[in-house]
Every structure is written in structure tokens, then in C-alpha cells.
């Protein structure tokens, strides 16, 4: 079956910029997203991209695909002591299921 | 307007004992999930629920998990002679179509058998 991995913890310092990473086994993966989970509560959406997109901008966040290495990124510029929490990236091949990532736990040091 | 709701936050329940999860959607979402998420894992899908179709049942790992969900709104886990390997946060979801659309997830139900 589908396979995603994540690294399971990122320490940066505030300000800085923290890059999340994610690799996944199946090519036909069709959207591609990134949820935020904080202690105690759900996940939330923060960004998602297309297949057939390489990069996506919103404010804070560039999302980067790699299709050729199966490799997805999440950069978020000017980290923030907010930002601390659990980062899952999920995977769709346009059906309902999703497939999510083990999650990295993003720390921020002050 | 109201998100997806999950009740109790917590359960502690001791080996043996059956438990009921519940989730309220939100209203309108015609899709329903839920998943399991083991301390320091990432979400084990459990069961998926789209309008009056046959639910999707793969991801229960045994049959003591059950799940009930009426039409589209309230749906009920249960899970019958509770195990230590069980303890986990069950995660509900819900979304307005399936199909590559947001998912919207309840607070969750931390569940503890000791």
C-alpha cells in the first residue's frame, strides 16, 4: 500500500525558517496537502497542491513537489513560537481515502 | 458556525468494558471518517461514511470496533471488550464531498484502557 514517511521532529529558532519534509510511494497521487495539529485539538488545513503544480505560495507557507523524487516540502518563513505543533502532510489518488504521514513535530526554541 | 464535535474528550475505561465514541458533523457534510491515532503515530483510518452508501470498513482492525452512522449526521464508534492495545485518540472528520475536499476534524476522544 501507500507508504508516506515524515521525519518525526524539527527544532529551529524563531525567526528562522522551517523546512518539513515528506516522501511518498505512489506516483498517482493527485493532491497533496498539509494539516496542523496543535496539543489537544484536531487536525487543521493549512495548504494543499495539485499534481501538476511544483510550487505553491501562501503567506508564510511555500509548499514544494518534487514528482520525479516523490518529495514534498513545507517551508514556512519567520517561524513563530505559535507554529509549534505536529505537521502531517496527507495524500489523495482521487478517491476518499487519504493517506496520512507518521507527522513531525515542529519545535520552536525562543 | 459549529465545527465537528466529539464526545467524552476522555474515557478511561478498564479492560473488558465496551465504549461509545461519538461525533456530530458538521451540518450539510455529506462524508464522515474516522481515524485512530496511537501516541507518537500518524492517523490509522478506521471506517469512511458518504451519505446513505455502504460505508467503507477496511481500516477496522478487528470486529470488536464497530461504527454506526444515521443518514448524515450523528455517528457512534464502538468499541466491545476494550483492549490495552486500543488506547489511542480516535479523530473524527467530516467533509462536504469526499472527493479531494477539505476535511474538517473534531477535537478528538482520547481513550485510556487500563
Known amino acids: 500500500g501507500e507508504d508516506v514517511e515524515q521525519s518525526l521532529f524539527l527544532s529551529v529558532r524563531e525567526g528562522d525558517s522551517s523546512v518539513i519534509n515528506c516522501t511518498y510511494t505512489?506516483?498517482?497521487?493527485?493532491?497533496l496537502y498539509w494539516y496542523k495539529q496543535e496539543p489537544g485539538a484536531g487536525l487543521q488545513l493549512l495548504t494543499y497542491?495539485?499534481?501538476?503544480?511544483d510550487m505553491k505560495q501562501d503567506q508564510r507557507l511555500t509548499v514544494l513537489l518534487n514528482k520525479k523524487d516523490k518529495h514534498l516540502s513545507l517551508r514556512i518563513a519567520d517561524t513563530q513560537t505559535g507554529d509549534s505543533a505536529i505537521y502531517f502532510c496527507?495524500?489523495?489518488?482521487?478517491?476518499?481515502?487519504?493517506?496520512f504521514g507518521t507527522g513531525t513535530r515542529l519545535k520552536v526554541l525562543a | 458556525g459549529a465545527g465537528v464535535s466529539q464526545s467524552p474528550s476522555n474515557k478511561v475505561t478498564e479492560k473488558g468494558k465496551d465504549v461509545e465514541l461519538r461525533c456530530d458533523p458538521i451540518?450539510?457534510?455529506?462524508?464522515l471518517y474516522w481515524y485512530r491515532q496511537r501516541l507518537g503515530q500518524g492517523l490509522e483510518f478506521l471506517i469512511y461514511?458518504?451519505?446513505?452508501?455502504?460505508?467503507?470498513k477496511s481500516g477496522l482492525p478487528s470486529d470488536r470496533f464497530s461504527a454506526e452512522r444515521t443518514g448524515e449526521s450523528v455517528s457512534t464508534l464502538t468499541i466491545q471488550r476494550t483492549q490495552q492495545e486500543d488506547s489511542a485518540v480516535y479523530l473524527c472528520?467530516?467533509?462536504?464531498?469526499?472527493?479531494?475536499?477539505?476535511?474538517?476534524f473534531g477535537p478528538g476522544t482520547r481513550l485510556t484502557v487500563t
Open positions: 451540518s450539510g457534510h455529506t462524508a
Open positions: 505512489d506516483s498517482s497521487s493527485t493532491y
Open positions: 496527507a495524500l489523495t489518488s482521487g478517491t476518499y481515502k487519504y493517506i
Open positions: 472528520a467530516s467533509s462536504p464531498l469526499a472527493l479531494n475536499y477539505e476535511q474538517y
Open positions: 497542491i495539485f499534481s501538476n503544480m
Open positions: 461514511f458518504q451519505g446513505n452508501s455502504a460505508p467503507d
